[in-house]
C-alpha cells in the first residue's frame, strides 16, 4: 500500500489553464505539506495544514490554493497556470510531534 | 529564519573510497535530518538525528550532529554505485517545518 500517494504523476498543460494535484496519506498523519521543486532541485515548502487547518502558508502567488476536505487529504489547485510553475510538486505528511515526513512520488507539471 | 547551507553540491567519487558531505545551518534547529532522493524519484528518510552528539548508522552511512557548531556531516565509508542520489539535510523549526539544504548531488563511479 503506497503510504502517501499523489496523482496524476505528470501534468502537461498550456498556460492560463486551472489544474489540481492531489494528494492521500494512509498513515493516520495529522499533519500534510506541499512542496515545489525547481529544476535545480531545490525544495521549498509551500504550505501545511494540521488536521485540516492551515498552519504554514509561505509566499506563494494567490494562484496556488490548498484545500484539506479531512486530515488524510490534502490537494493544490492551481489557477492561470504560467510557465514558472513548472515544477515537481511533492505532498508529504508527518505524525504529531515530528517534522520526520514522509514523502509522496511527486507531480511532474509542465507548463507549456 | 533558518538557512541550511550543504557542500560540496556535486561529488564524484570512485567506489571504495570515503567522503563527508557537510550541512550547515544558521539558527537553531529542533532536529536534523537527512534524506535521499533518486533521480525523478521521492524522497526517502535516512536519518533523524535529536540531539547534539547524536551519531547514526545505516549500512555504508553515517550521520552525526553538532548543535554547537550548527553542523551535520553524512559521512560515506566505502562507496558502492548504489549510493549514487542526491542526499538532502533539512533542519526542523516551529510547526514541524523543514528547511532543506540545497542537495549534494553523488555520483559514484565504478
Known amino acids: 500500500d503506497t503510504a502517501v500517494s499523489q496523482t496524476p504523476k505528470y501534468l502537461v498543460t498550456q498556460m492560463g489553464n486551472d489544474k489540481s494535484i492531489k494528494c492521500e496519506q494512509n498513515?493516520?498523519?495529522?499533519?500534510m505539506y506541499w512542496y515545489k521543486q525547481d529544476s535545480k532541485k531545490f525544495l521549498k515548502i509551500m504550505f501545511s495544514?494540521?488536521?485540516?487547518?492551515?498552519?504554514i502558508n509561505e509566499t506563494v502567488p494567490n494562484r496556488f490554493s490548498p484545500k484539506s476536505p479531512d486530515k488524510a487529504h490534502l490537494n493544490l489547485h492551481i489557477n492561470s497556470l504560467e510557465l514558472g510553475d513548472s515544477a515537481v510538486y511533492f505532498c508529504?505528511?508527518?505524525?504529531?510531534?515530528?517534522?520526520?515526513?514522509?514523502f509522496g512520488a511527486g507531480t511532474r507539471l509542465s507548463v507549456l | 529564519e533558518l538557512k541550511v547551507e550543504q557542500n560540496p553540491l556535486f561529488l564524484s567519487m570512485q567506489e571504495g573510497k570515503n567522503y563527508t558531505i557537510y550541512c550547515n545551518y544558521s539558527?537553531?534547529?529542533?532536529?536534523l535530518y537527512w534524506y535521499r532522493q533518486d533521480p525523478g524519484k521521492s524522497l526517502e528518510s535516512l536519518f533523524v538525528?535529536?540531539?547534539?552528539?547524536a551519531v547514526k548508522q545505516e549500512g555504508r552511512l553515517m550521520a552525526s550532529l553538532d548543535t554547537k557548531a550548527r553542523l551535520s556531516t553524512l559521512h560515506i565509508t566505502a562507496a558502492v554505485h548504489d549510493l549514487s542520489a542526491t542526499y538532502f539535510c533539512?533542519?526542523?523549526?516551529?510547526?514541524?517545518?523543514?528547511?532543506f539544504g540545497e542537495g549534494t548531488q553523488l555520483t559514484v563511479n565504478p
Open positions: 508529504a505528511s508527518s505524525p504529531p510531534g515530528t517534522g520526520n515526513q514522509y
Open positions: 498513515l493516520g498523519h495529522d499533519t
Open positions: 495544514y494540521n488536521n485540516k487547518e492551515l498552519i
Open positions: 539558527t537553531t534547529s529542533d532536529r
Open positions: 538525528l535529536l540531539s547534539n552528539g
Open positions: 533539512a533542519g526542523e523549526t516551529s510547526g514541524s517545518r523543514l528547511t
